[in-house]
């Protein structure tokens, strides 16, 4: 994996005299010895009847609405670049929010994505929530942050799928452990991993078999650790921080983030079919909103990034009453 040399924080409410999700990202950029863009996309649809106005022509009234974006981001940025971070500042016309994210991404060569997340997610499938978009989309790490205290020697939890049940390609838990183990050696706390495993069901003969029924339990336990173990045999992670819990992972991560306080959650995420997403879903998309802290998605090796590659400019849209 890269190391995280460079990272994006997207910036909507450049008014903010401060911002958690800048605030994190600049601690991290500290402790990861990492620059720092700050960047705001510039959205927000230009009247078409504007244009017909005198003195006023689209050069002007672009410049009129980024000044104001660079003059916040810089009052963002000064505080942060006196703290000795290098800090780079950007506002470009672009649409929807999360491709312009992504699209400035790939154009400076970030590592890293750091973004505010919803508390709630209604229909995300349908509405195209930034946050969800880029959780799905991005081929970058994603950390959502939910949060504002920051972090004090913390606690991260990667999330594994050694048994690959839910369909993860098997280098993904690897590359879930070595972010994992990268933003929490740099933040100086502590790094746990979970693997949430279920048993095969029991056939109903054995459903009031007590014994049998523990047995083949306890069987389902001590093959699931070995696979849980092996996957950590190159990593130097002691007994008492590897959570092993029986359990879907979409109940089983948010409850072990809340035991051991963990203040990131890391997951892997894949993307898939739109129809599949409406009925099937995905665990980092259904773990969201059920957790408390903040969310590290990390996407597979060779994941293909989609979508326009190219900014799309200005949005136009026309004022005028339609008869």
């Known amino acids: 994996m890269r190391p ?3 990272i994006l924080v997207p910036v909507a409410n450049y008014s903010a005299r401060s911002l958690p999700v800048v605030n994190k990202a600049a601690q991290l950029a500290a402790a990861l010895s ?25 050069k002007s009234l672009k410049a009129n ?7 916040g981001l810089e009052r963002l940025a000064a505080p942060l670049r ?22 400035r991404a790939v154009a400076i060569g970030a590592d890293l994505i750091v973004a505010p997340r919803r508390d709630r997610h209604r229909l995300p499938a349908l509405l195209g929530y930034t946050d969800w978009e880029l959780l799905r989309l991005s081929p970058i790490p994603v950390l959502l942050v939910k949060t504002a205290a920051p972090y004090r020697r913390p606690t991260v939890l990667a999330a594994i799928d050694p048994t690959h049940a839910h369909a993860k390609p098997s280098g993904l838990d690897q590359r879930i452990l070595d972010y994992g183990a990268q933003v929490g050696r740099a933040l100086r706390g502590a790094l746990h991993i979970v693997h949430a495993y279920m048993p095969q069901p029991l056939p109903p003969t054995l459903t009031f078999d007590t014994k049998r029924r523990e047995g083949l339990l306890a069987e389902a336990e001590y093959e699931a650790r070995q696979t849980f173990d092996h996957a950590l ?21 948010p409850a072990t983030a809340r035991k051991t306080h963990s203040a990131i959650v890391v997951i892997g995420a894949v993307s898939r079919s739109a129809l599949k997403r409406l009925f099937i879903g995905n665990t980092a998309e259904s773990v969201m909103d059920e957790l408390r802290c903040d969310l590290l998605v990390v996407k597979p090796a060779k994941f293909v990034r989609q979508g326009r590659r190219a900014r799309r400019g200005p949005q136009f849209v026309s004022i005028a009453p339609q008869l």
């Open 65 to 71: 609405t980024r000044e104001p974006a660079i003059e």
């Open 4 to 6: 995280i040399r460079s």
């Open 82 to 103: 006196a703290r000795g971070l290098r800090v780079s500042i950007a506002a470009a016309w672009d649409y929807p929010p999360y491709e312009a994210i992504l699209r």
């Open 233 to 253: 045999v190159k990593r130097a992670i002691p007994s008492l921080r590897r959570h092993l819990v029986r359990g879907e992972p979409v109940a089983v991560i």
């Open 34 to 58: 990492a620059r720092l863009e700050l960047f705001h996309d510039l959205a927000n649809p230009i009247a078409i009847e504007a244009l017909e106005s005198p003195g006023y022509t689209l």
